[in-house]
């Protein structure tokens, strides 16, 4: 799956985003070896420590289909800036996939791509051979 359609998913779901507080609205894509693609937006809730991002919702789709390994991540937001996982988000998907292309895009599309490793050096994770 090339960039420009992970882009895609990731800005279709932020369409399901529920943010009546922030209005910011995330949507992410996860992208697994074998092709397949997990979705997630973000849902908040009243008590801020209850809200769910988007890339953490991709996740606990993904994982509870049996996926476990994961090659990308697009995320969507719907400022100028592109967006780039929070903190949380980063150590979540460091316990996969320490190494994962991250897509930051933008509310236009514009997007650019890094490494999770650069996001989040020493992150905390499982020894090597999970």
Known sequence: MSNEELVKAAL??????YAPYSGFRVGAALLTPGGRVFTGCNVENASYGLTMCAERVAVGKAVSEGEREFVAIAVAGNGREKCLPCGACRQVLAEFAPDMAVIAVNEYGDYSVTRLNELL???FC????K
């Open 121 to 123: 050096p020493q992150s």
């Open 126 to 129: 499982l020894p090597s051979g």
């Open 12 to 17: 279709q779901a932020r369409t399901g985003s």
